[in-house]
């Protein structure tokens, strides 16, 4: 059964500076790798989709790196804004289509003026 | 992009009240959406999924006789909650996407409260 760990849990930085969450899933046989962030009480909006064939995706101050004989992902963001605090949740996509979603712990991060 | 609409967006009623929640995809066809669980300040949990024009796949664990799933149309997924109880109180969320290479989107949820 795959499992899904995110670290740190919780994250506090000051706005401005750079920073990296990681994401580990124990099987390595994935269709694709999505990174979500989550508001509270909101729905979860995506980030960034990685294939397995591919090793990083960008968008924007946003990067996303896969290595998945590792079983590792991490999400950058660069000149973090207090508009980004909120959490962030990876999820591994299945093989066979890669629709249905193992979800990490999540990250909650607090960017501070 | 593509666009996901849950609602309600919140419910509060008795216990024993069965509460139905719709997910709908705006301008895509789904023939397998997902619905998904969260207690507070944890992470998704999937419950099942839904496949147009037959039954529900449920996760291990999930009472199918509960979490009643309908997927009627390309377009439309439902989850009735029957005879809720407090321990049913949660944020329940539903996903579509268009398969492949194409990301999952979510809707913004339903937040269900059990008195």
């Known amino acids: 059964k795959q499992e899904v760990t995110q670290i740190p849990a919780a994250l506090s930085v000051p706005e401005g500076e750079n920073l990296v969450l990681n994401c580990s899933f124990t099987d390595s046989a994935i269709y694709n790798l999505q990174w979500f962030r989550q508001d509270p009480g909101k729905g979860l909006t995506s980030l960034l989709l990685i294939q397995s064939s591919q090793r990083e995706q960008t968008s924007g101050r946003l990067n996303a790196s896969l290595d998945k004989s590792s079983g590792r992902s991490t999400l950058y963001i660069a000149a973090s804004q207090p508009g980004d605090s909120a959490t962030y949740l990876c999820a591994v996509g299945e093989t066979g289509g890669g629709n249905k979603l193992t979800f990490g712990t999540g990250t909650q991060l607090k960017v501070e003026l | 992009g593509a666009v996901v609409s849950q609602h309600p967006s919140r419910v509060i009623c008795k216990s024993g009240t069965s509460v139905k929640i719709e997910c709908r995809s705006l301008d895509f066809q789904a023939t397998t959406m997902f619905w998904y669980r969260q207690f507070p300040k944890q992470s998704l949990m999937l419950m099942a999924t839904s496949n147009e024009g037959s039954k529900a796949t449920y996760e291990q664990g999930v009472e199918k006789d509960k979490f009643l799933i309908n997927h009627a149309s390309l377009t439309l997924s439902t989850l009735t909650v029957t005879s809720a109880h407090p321990e049913d109180s949660s944020f329940y969320i539903c996903?579509?996407?268009?398969?492949?290479?194409?990301?999952?989107?979510f809707g913004d949820g339903t937040r269900l409260s059990i008195l």
């Open positions: 996903s579509g996407g268009q398969g492949g290479n194409q990301p999952q989107h």
